[in-house]
């Protein structure tokens, strides 16, 4: 009996609840600017139409692989269907970008831009580094989230 109250549940449950729902953190301790990973999720998960658009305007899976002291963790934006956050690499990123965790702090701030990064030497861009330059407008929004 539970179980056919559960499944009246799921199907009455409207898909973007179920989304929130499923939200995990994505924030390390260890690596603290990983919190704008929340903060891209958030965006993604709450704003369909802003999910939409970001899928249409990235069309790729974005890898990070960010640094802190001698440990390493990474983290993918999925703009290629779904429109979501993970850990890990994912399933064959586009593009894969490692910096250090105070850069891509700076660089989630607004403090540093992506090909000051580069050119510095201080971040690497492993795959298509045409779709890197796609990911500025969902950074931003973390960006406005984060402030508010």
């Known amino acids: 009996m539970l179980q056919k109250h559960?499944?009246?549940?799921e199907k009455a449950t409207p898909s973007h609840i179920k989304q929130k729902a499923a939200i995990m953190p994505f924030a390390d301790p260890k690596f603290p600017s990983s919190a704008a990973f929340d903060d891209i999720s958030n965006v993604l998960s709450s704003d369909e139409a802003a999910r939409k658009e970001a899928i249409q305007n990235a069309k790729g899976l974005f890898a990070?692989?960010?640094k802190q002291g001698s440990e390493?963790?990474?983290w993918?934006?999925?703009l290629k269907s779904?429109?979501?956050v993970g850990e890990g690499l994912g399933e064959k990123p586009d593009v894969v970008l490692s910096l250090s965790d105070a850069d891509f702090q700076k660089l989630i701030d607004g403090k540093a831009k992506a090909q000051q990064l580069f050119m510095g030497g201080?971040?690497?861009i492993k795959g298509n580094v045409m779709k890197a330059t796609k990911l500025d407008p969902i950074l931003s929004k973390s960006?406005?989230?984060a402030k508010l």
Not at 6 to 9: A, F, S
């Open 6 to 9: 559960t499944k009246l549940i």
């Open 64 to 66: 990070f692989t960010i």
């Open 72 to 74: 390493t963790k990474s």
């Open 76 to 78: 993918h934006i999925d």
């Open 82 to 84: 779904k429109g979501t």
């Open 122 to 124: 201080k971040l690497k």
């Open 143 to 145: 960006k406005s989230k």
